[in-house]
């Protein structure tokens, strides 16, 4: 059964540093890989994903993330931190088998930033 | 192309009472989940459909819960006989089968068992 870990339920930055959000999946085989952010009392809404091709994913709000297969793990970066970026975010996999699929969630990371 | 939505938004219960959500898919999208995400938890997923058929269900929706998406397009869950457990953030999604395996989802609805 897959299974995501995200290491870290908080993670605290100062603006302008570096965001180094943690995830780890569990999967016989190499899964859709996702990367979701939500704001309070709001729906999820998709930061960047991993299909196929390029294992160096781009997304929005200047966030990035690498798939390492050998590392079961696709970590979420953004080189400079803004007050904005403050909420949760969440790794997710889905079946690569069903076109996609449910999503299996990690518990999230809050990620706060100080000023 | 005006996004998920959900209704109620808010919903306050006494338990043992019946409750019923209703969710609006993107319009062109065949797919539909719905997710119960607890505070402090990631999303935990219920069910999806394709099209109007019921695909998957998980082990955590028991019988009180049953789901619909009579004509492919909306869908509704509910919850009879509500218990406090059922307390938490109801999350419904939309996809569209073979483009991108990106789930959109809606604001929620938020249910308050008393």
């Known amino acids: 059964a897959q299974s995501v870990t995200q290491l870290g339920s908080h993670v605290s930055v100062s603006e302008g540093a570096l965001v180094l959000l943690r995830c780890n999946y569990s999967s016989s085989v190499p899964p859709y890989l996702f990367w979701y952010v939500q704001y309070p009392n709001q729906g999820l809404q998709l930061l960047l994903k991993y299909t196929t091709g390029a294992t160096l994913v781009k997304g929005i709000n200047g966030f990035e993330a690498e798939f390492k297969k050998s590392e079961t793990s696709f970590h979420l970066t953004k080189p400079s931190a803004h007050m904005s970026d403050a909420a949760e975010y969440f790794c997710?996999?889905?079946?690569?088998?069903?076109?996609?699929?449910?999503?299996?969630f990690g518990q999230g990371t809050e990620l706060s930033v100080k000023p | 192309d005006t996004g998920v939505s959900q209704n109620p938004r808010h919903k306050i219960t006494k338990r043992g009472q019946n409750v019923t959500f209703r969710c609006d898919p993107i319009?062109?999208?065949?797919?539909l989940y719905w997710y119960r995400q607890t505070l402090g938890q990631g999303p935990e997923f219920l069910t999806y459909?394709?099209?109007?058929?019921?695909?998957?269900k998980s082990r955590l929706l028991s019988d009180r819960f049953s789901a619909e998406r009579p004509k492919g397009s909306f869908s509704t869950l509910e919850i009879q006989r509500t218990e406090q457990g059922d307390s938490a953030m109801y999350l419904c999604?939309?996809?569209?089968?073979?483009?991108?395996?990106?789930?959109?989802f809606g604001p929620g609805t938020r249910l308050t068992v008393t």
């Open positions: 999604a939309s996809s569209l089968t073979g483009v991108n395996y990106e789930q959109y």
């Open positions: 319009s062109e999208h065949n797919r």
């Open positions: 997710a996999v889905s079946d690569r088998g069903n076109q996609g699929g449910k999503l299996i």
């Open positions: 459909f394709q099209n109007e058929a019921q695909l998957e």
